[in-house]
């Protein structure tokens, strides 16, 4: 089973919320993944979890930060967005961030409008 | 000269035709090579992965790797209209992380 699963699917929030985006994987994956996607635009990286410690920030705002409760579980919690940060957010685990780490699989996402 | 180039299309092709989707990169230290398949508001899909040179098949689908003119393709035979989506090449280094392509919109005509 390859599957990444996201909460909520969609999410519109104002510029003064604060709310959380939460992804989960059963494939016993060691590293896992927040990327950020404008439209027509491919993935960007924003952090990267190897064995439950941040390994890579991508240099993102403080207003988006991350959280890996366990091995299983990645949170991206969310303060003060600004409308540009509307986009498809993405999880994705792989097997690791040695060797395996091209083989990333992704979640369907979630929506993120900011008004 | 970016990293990875990927013609964004759109590329239209008749049901049952071959289709051939392509990347060029700069990064000579690149050792593993991808390709997702994206659906419209749906997340990327990891197809097939290559390491270094050489083919590799899977059903319908054959990559195919030329890292001496730093070139990889992706070949789908009997293209059929749920392949209709966007294509991102993407490769890496060992422990480094992904680099995509922008995409290839792919519209297979019934």
């Known amino acids: 089973d390859t599957e990444v699963t996201q909460t909520p699917k969609h999410l519109v929030m104002g510029m003064t919320n604060k709310k959380s985006l939460k992804c989960e994987q059963h494939m016993g994956h060691r590293a896992m993944y927040w990327y950020k996607q404008k439209a027509k635009k491919p993935p960007e990286l924003m952090f990267v979890y190897s064995y439950e410690k941040l390994s890579i920030n991508e240099s993102v705002p403080s207003r988006f930060s991350p959280e890996c409760p366990n091995s299983s579980l990645l949170n991206l919690h969310l303060h003060a967005l600004q409308p540009e940060d509307s986009a498809l957010y993405l999880c994705a685990s792989s097997p690791s961030t040695g060797r395996g780490s091209h083989e990333q699989y992704f979640g369907p996402g979630t929506r993120l409008t900011v008004t | 000269q970016k990293e990875v180039e990927q013609d964004p299309g759109p590329l239209s092709v008749p049901e049952g035709a071959i289709v051939s989707l392509n990347c060029t990169y700069s990064n000579s230290a690149f050792q593993y090579f991808m390709w997702y398949r994206q659906y419209s508001r749906k997340g990327p899909e990891l197809l097939m992965y290559?390491?270094?040179?050489g083919n590799k098949e899977d059903g319908r689908f054959t990559a195919q790797v030329d890292k001496s003119s730093k070139y990889i393709s992706l070949f789908i035979r009997d293209s059929q209209p749920s392949d209709s989506a966007t294509y991102l090449c993407?490769?890496?280094?060992?422990?480094?992380?992904?680099?995509f392509g922008k995409g290839t919109r792919l519209h297979i005509l019934p």
């Open positions: 993407a490769m890496s280094r060992r422990d480094d992380k992904i680099i």
């Open positions: 290559t390491y270094s040179s």
